[in-house]
C-alpha cells in the first residue's frame, strides 16, 4: 500500500488553516499542523500559507521559531509552498505599512498593486477574484514545475491581495495574471521552493491540481 504524501502546516496565526488542510486532506495527503517550530520534528513537505497584513505575519513566523525552520526546510532541498502572505515572506522586503524586512530567500521586494489600470483608470485594491494565469515575459514554460499540466490563459485562480512580489530574478518567476493590464507575479519557482500568490485552497479544481502536483514533487 502507497503511503499518503505527509505536509506539515505552519499555523502562526493568520490564516484559513482549516479550508488549506481540509484541501490537501482531500488530495490525499497527510497533514500536521504546528503551532511552533519545535513541535514540527521531521519534515516531509513544508506548507505556509497566510493571510492579511506582511508585518504581522512575519513577526508572527519570527516569535514562533519558524524562520528558522523555514530556511532550514528550504536547505533540505525537500519541498516547500509559501502561499499568499507565505509566499511574500520569502522575499527580502515589503512596503507594506513601512519597510519591513522579510526572510530573503529569494530577491526581490513586496509592493503594492497598482491603484489604477494600464490606461490611467482608477481599479479596486485589494485586487479580488478569478484571474488566469498566463506565462511570465521570460517565456518560462510550466513543465516539470508546480504548474505542470496547466494551459496558460486557460487556467483562472482565486486572488485575494493588495500586495504582491516583484521578484528580481527573473528565473524564479513562474507564472503572472494581469489585472487592469499590469503584470502581476501569481507564482514562483526555484527548484524546491514554490509559491503562490492565488489560493489554491480556494481555487476550483484548478487549485486542488496544483496541490495534487506539489504532493508529487
Known amino acids: 500500500m502507497t503511503k499518503a504524501p505527509e505536509i506539515t502546516l505552519v499555523d502562526y496565526g493568520m490564516a484559513n488553516m482549516l479550508n488549506v488542510a481540509r484541501a490537501f486532506r482531500h488530495c490525499g495527503a497527510e497533514v500536521r499542523v504546528v503551532e511552533t517550530a ?32 523555514i530556511r532550514r526546510h528550504a536547505e533540505t532541498g525537500r519541498p516547500f509552498l509559501g502561499v499568499c502572505v507565505g509566499m511574500q515572506m520569502l522575499f527580502e522586503a515589503s512596503e507594506e505599512f513601512g519597510e519591513h524586512r522579510g526572510l530573503g530567500l529569494l530577491p526581490g521586494r ?8 494600464t490606461a ?23 513543465n516539470d514545475t508546480l504548474l505542470s499540466g496547466q494551459e496558460p490563459g486557460a487556467a483562472s485562480v482565486y486572488f485575494v491581495h493588495s500586495f504582491a512580489a516583484r521578484p528580481s530574478e527573473e528565473s524564479d518567476m513562474l507564472a503572472d495574471c494581469l489585472y487592469g493590464g499590469h503584470r502581476i507575479c501569481a507564482a514562483v519557482q526555484r527548484g524546491n521552493i514554490c509559491a503562490t500568490q492565488f489560493h489554491p485552497e480556494r481555487s476550483g479544481e484548478i487549485g486542488l491540481s496544483v496541490i495534487r502536483r506539489f504532493l508529487s514533487l
Open 38 to 69: 519545535a513541535d514540527a520534528g521531521s519534515v516531509d513537505r513544508l506548507v505556509v500559507p497566510g493571510v492579511g497584513a506582511f508585518e504581522k505575519s512575519i513577526r508572527a513566523v519570527r516569535e514562533k521559531g519558524f524562520d528558522d525552520l
Open 110 to 117: 513586496v509592493v503594492k498593486v497598482p491603484a489604477v489600470d
Open 120 to 142: 490611467g483608470a482608477p481599479q479596486p485594491v485589494p485586487h479580488i477574484g478569478w484571474s488566469a494565469l498566463v506565462q511570465p515575459r521570460t517565456g518560462r514554460t510550466w
